[in-house]
Nanobody, 124 residues
């Protein structure tokens, strides 16, 4: 079955950086769009970034544009989220997602597969 396993979360001071990784198995990784979402305390899960098959096309939420970078290594079945200039509002559980059903890569309901999430805490 499909498994997505996130890693790389932790506690960081404001202004710092973290890199999240998501390793996929059980799917043809190079053929699927991958996304990152997050769920902040008391909020609904929200889109962060997405990347198409070859990595040539990437998409970001306005709140992270210019600070976060999504990338992928299809040879390693892994997608990354480099997070720079972190602010306390970035504190959330970050989820990796795979294979949206349709063209709406920024919608939670579109994705077929989800990881278990990794906690990112940014202190002020």
């Amino acid at each position: 079955q499909v498994q997505l396993v996130e890693s790389g979360g932790g506690l960081v001071q404001a202004g710092g950086s973290l890199r999240l990784s998501c390793a996929g198995s059980g799917l043809t990784f190079s053929s699927v769009i991958m996304g990152w979402f997050r769920q902040r305390p008391g909020k609904e899960r929200e889109f962060v970034a997405a990347i198409k098959w070859s990595g040539a096309s990437t998409y970001y939420a306005d709140s992270v544009k210019g600070r976060f970078t999504i990338s992928r290594d299809n040879a390693k079945n892994t997608v990354y989220l480099q997070m720079n200039s972190l602010i306390p509002e970035d504190t959330a559980v970050y989820y990796c997602a795979a294979d949206p059903r349709g063209p709406y890569y920024n919608r939670v309901v579109e994705y077929k597969y989800w990881g278990q999430g990794t906690q990112v805490t940014v202190s002020s």
